[in-house]
């Protein structure tokens, strides 16, 4: 009896010593899962948008377009000194790595540049800086009734004729549909975790 209790007893310390461990690697496996699909703020809550805009052609379009399109958003100026020169060369950041991914490079994904601040953000510097980067990039300028609702509807607080055109300066992921998938705010500037986000919504899409 006390052999038949001992064989027992060494069984489940091995099978628990060979056990844990698998465990903690198939929730290390989910957890990278999950991480890699939490990094940015949900924002599905938003409702979905749509906007007329005009590129630097002064030709109007709507957004979003017909053809099925990933956006990555974004809307600041080109003067700033603080958000937007961060902002802006992440989004050089995250087509480079677009680029060279055999999954996503296949894929129809535009970095769209919102001016708030048309006046000074003309045509030409905005071709100069933004659509001159490649086909993907395109500036926008939105109708300042337009830009203000875009604005309430994304919370990014831009204010019309404030001398320091304030505004939140956050990345939006946004679906073909108009939905936004995803919200970086100024501290999540990781292009790795974005374009794993990015990857994971197309996956599950």
């Given at each position: 009896m006390q052999k038949r209790q001992m064989l027992w007893a060494v069984g489940f310390i091995i099978t628990a010593v060979l056990l844990v461990p698998l465990l903690m690697v198939v929730s290390q496996q989910i957890?990278?899962?999950?991480?890699?699909?939490q990094y940015g703020i949900n924002g599905e809550r938003i409702i979905p948008l749509s906007f007329q805009w005009q590129d630097v052609a002064a030709n109007v379009h709507h957004f979003p377009a017909q053809t099925p399109q990933y956006t990555y958003l974004f809307a600041g100026f080109l003067s700033c000194s603080e958000i937007?020169?961060?902002r802006i060369q992440q989004l050089y950041q995250l087509e480079s790595a677009i680029k060279k991914d055999r999954v996503l490079s296949r894929i129809d994904i535009a970095f769209m540049f919102i001016t708030i601040d048309p006046e000074n953000d003309t045509f030409a510097i905005r071709q100069q800086m933004i659509d001159a980067r490649s086909p993907r990039f395109i500036s926008a300028a939105l109708p300042e009734s337009d830009l203000?609702?875009?604005?309430?509807?994304?919370?990014?607080?831009?204010?019309?004729?404030?001398?320091t055109n304030n505004h939140v300066g956050n990345l939006?992921?946004?679906?073909?549909?108009?939905?936004?998938?995803r919200i970086y705010t100024a501290r999540q500037?990781?292009?790795?975790?974005?374009?794993?986000?990015?990857?994971?919504?197309?996956?599950s899409s």
């Open positions: 957890a990278g899962r999950d991480s890699s699909a937007c020169p961060i203000l609702s875009l604005s309430g509807r994304l919370s990014e607080n831009i204010q019309s004729h404030s001398p939006y992921l946004i679906k073909p549909n108009g939905v936004v998938a500037l990781s292009t790795d975790r974005m374009l794993a986000e990015l990857k994971f919504d197309i996956e």
